[in-house]
């Protein structure tokens, strides 16, 4: 039965038009955030993937400045390791000008002054900071433990020991280091600042002999001899418990600090041979000095590196380490201060060697710093890439079909319109009916 202006149809009309209304709110507000959906009450299992996509790109944005500070922070620690790099370059240089035998006492004590100086620029360069916190000074070592200082000479026989004559020493290829028993052997090394030398004619002494004599010489027992006692591969042990070998696997000699930790490490120590007549032996010298640090002194202490966070997960981080480059850590300064002599030309032939280790120290850590930093760059890139993938993977499961939601909430808004404009004719109609009445 027709009906004019009935309750009930004008009830379905409103209810219309409120729903069309809120259809078109719904389209509007994903036009306007550009996503589909923008509340757990549009669906439940979307939105929270999408939240937890959206704390990852967050994450993953900071641990992208993480590297970047880090980057910076290398390069303030680079920096000053190159500075500290070319101050022993210069060293050397003067080393071996006062090293030099046209040199005089009065010229080596130039020289000294002037190393000195030079000295205390390498402990500046090692208090060098980075929002207020020291790098290179030694405080932000990794976890060690105790180890034996070990210099390695692989240019000696492989059947070469401590009880060898020195007469009977050979090169690596088996032909003779020809050392007479008339020979002079010179030894001097560095330890704690302070520089010792003592020599001996070569006799019926052996190659163990020779740091036993060095131990004569007014430091003390500085030297442990007792690797020597076989030929062997074996170095030691270093810092991190690893036992180390050579880098061929084959037989070396090593002489090891007989102090245990930084206290006794021997910053350097050089061997020559001079014949009966005074003149220096070469060839034999480069084979019998070439022994080099192996196994770097170190105390047993806990990790004190730097972290690095460098991903959106609590394990993934990056252990930045940093070695002493002050002048005492690079063997350069005693502990009362002391400098490194040239005063003589025995000081000055055993600094040159110090320097060499200094170098090699600092070059170790420089090659460290620069493989970190190379890490960094590719951790850099991948975390970009990783937040743009993140980003592009959320967009497609909250983001918002632009066309469709436009289209969508034009729709809704004429169908309200319409549905607003039959109600309005249905209320018109109602009071035309009631006209009839009066």
Known sequence: MA???????QLSLLNKM???????????????????????????????????MDVEISALGQAASNVQ????????????????????????????????????????????K????????????????????YLLNGSNKAATLETNQAYTNSSLGLDTTGATKLTDLTRRQGDSLNIDATDTINVSFVKDGK??????????????????????????????TSSMDTATSVIGTDASGKEIHTVDDQN???????????????????????????NVKKSTNTALDDFTETIGAADTRGDNSLVLHTGSESTQNMHVAFGDTSARGLGLQGSDGSYLSVGTQEDANAAINV???????????????????????????????????????????IGSDMAKAITQFTSYNIQMQASQAMLAQSMSNSSWFLNLLQ
């Open 195 to 224: 520089t010792y030398s003592t020599s001996f004619t070569a006799g019926e002494y052996t190659l163990e002999d020779i740091f036993k004599k060095a131990n004569e010489a007014g430091a003390g027992d500085v030297f442990d």
């Open 3 to 9: 009906t004019i202006g009935s309750y009930a149809q």
């Open 355 to 397: 320097i060499d280790n200094a170098i090699n120290r600092i070059l170790d850590q420089q090659t460290s710093v620069g493989a970190m930093q190379s890490r960094l760059d590719y951790t850099h890139n991948n975390l970009v890439t990783q937040q743009t993938n993140v980003t592009d993977a959320m967009t497609t499961i």
């Open 69 to 112: 500070t880090g980057n910076s922070m290398l390069n303030v620690a680079s920096g000053a390791m190159d500075n500290t790099l070319d101050i022993l370059t210069t060293l050397k240089e003067k080393a071996i000008a006062a090293a030099n035998s046209t040199a005089k006492d009065s010229d080596r004590a130039t020289i000294q």
């Open 252 to 278: 070396a000699i090593t002489v090891k600090a007989a102090q245990a930790g930084t206290a006794g490490s021997i910053a350097g120590f050089t061997i020559s041979v001079t014949d009966a007549e005074g």
């Open 18 to 52: 409120n729903y069309n209304f809120k259809m078109a709110m719904k389209s509007a507000n994903q036009v306007a955030t550009g996503n589909r959906v923008n509340s757990a009450k549009d669906d439940t299992s979307i939105y929270a993937i999408g939240k937890r």
């Open 114 to 133: 002037e190393l000195n100086q030079y000295i205390d620029q390498i402990n500046d360069n090692s208090l060098v900071t980075y929002n207020g916190k």
